[in-house]
């Protein structure tokens, strides 16, 4: 008798079920992609950028932001100078992709010496914003105050790679591309 009850309600209830395991796959498959391919990117960026890239250390790895189009990551980074001494620094890393899923996607990266007192991180340059309201119109200003941080944040790291970003990857208009 229990049996037959506990049928009857998977029988019931199975349509609802299927849709929900369709939904919950569908929302797996649209999670945060940004994320992974900073850190991926990252670490061939730094190895690229050292003088011995087998002496390449990245450690204590820190999202500090992250959505569908912008990655922040704070990290430790060792490796061997000029001089052959390992020095080790904590750096910023902005990964911003423009104009996801469309042909004209570009991806766009920074790295920011976080030790370097004449250089502002891009946390710092969108905290300041946000607490002098610059760029900000009426629409901004109603935003929800997460809202806001996240579209200061964001202009602060595209003002940012405006003047101290690099392409990744192949660009379809750089000359040398075509």
């Avoid at 899923?101 to 570009?106: C, H, I, L, R, S």
């Amino acid at each position: 008798m229990v049996i037959v009850k506990i049928y009857n309600l998977i029988k019931k209830y199975m349509r609802k079920i299927i849709v929900l395991i369709f939904m919950v796959m569908a929302l797996c498959a649209c999670t945060n992609s940004v994320e992974g391919d900073a850190k991926k990117q990252m670490e061939i960026t730094m190895k690229e950028l050292a003088k011995d890239p087998s002496s390449v250390i990245i450690s204590d790895v820190k999202t500090m932001f992250s959505n569908d189009s912008l990655c922040i990551l704070h990290f430790k980074f060792s490796a061997k100078n000029g001089f052959g001494a390992m020095r080790t620094s904590m750096y910023e890393y902005v990964y911003l992709v423009h104009n996801r899923f469309t042909d004209n996607e570009k991806r766009r990266e920074s790295v920011i010496d976080l030790e370097d007192k004449n250089e502002k991180s891009v946390l710092e340059k969108a905290h300041s914003n946000y607490n002098e309201k610059f760029l900000e119109t009426d629409s901004i200003a109603s935003l929800k105050d997460k809202d806001r941080k996240a579209w200061h944040i964001y202009m602060a790291a595209n003002m940012h790679m405006i003047f101290g970003g690099r392409t990744v990857g192949k660009d379809k208009y750089d000359i040398d591309n075509w």
